[in-house]
Structures are given as structure tokens and as C-alpha cells.
């Protein structure tokens, strides 16, 4: 799968960027977040919130997350 520099959608920092195979989300491997899945809508919104906001929903998300599956943080996953 290719990988694409980006910066991590939950902490601003360096992190790598993969497109998943059901389009509607994108693979971030960022090494202090962790491997994590994003949905698009959440990728339009999120700069609209405060990084410990992101975290938090990055939080929810991993609660919720299937026991060897990587969490996937989706708008509702906001406050
Ligand atoms: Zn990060």
C-alpha cells in the first residue's frame, strides 16, 4: 500500500498516510497516535477543533475499536 507524508490529523505532527480500501476513510500511521483510521468527514472538520479536543475523540475511538482492529475516528466521535 503506498504511504504518503502527512501530518497527523490529531496532533499536527509528522505521520504517514495511507488510503484505505473502502474509500470512505484514510489510514494515519503516526508514531505517537498510533495506527488509526479517519473518515473524510471527520478529516473536513477537525481543524475546526482544539487538539485535545482530536485527542479525546482519538480516545473514544479506541474504546470502541474491536479488539485487533485499529480504532476508526469518525465525526462523532466530537464532543
Ligand atoms: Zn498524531
Redo the contacts with the bound molecule.
Keep these: 500500500m503506498n504511504k504518503t507524508q502527512t501530518n ?6 509528522a ?1 504517514k498516510q495511507a488510503d484505505a480500501t473502502t474509500g470512505d476513510f484514510l489510514e ?1 500511521s ?4 498510533g495506527e488509526f483510521q479517519i473518515s473524510r468527514t471527520f478529516l473536513q472538520v477537525v481543524k475546526d477543533h482544539p487538539v485535545s479536543v482530536r485527542r479525546q475523540s482519538l480516545e473514544r475511538a479506541k474504546i470502541r475499536a474491536r479488539y485487533g482492529l485499529p480504532p476508526l475516528v469518525t465525526s462523532y466521535d466530537l464532543p
Design positions: 497527523c490529523p490529531i496532533c499536527d505532527g505521520a494515519i503516526c508514531p505517537e497516535c
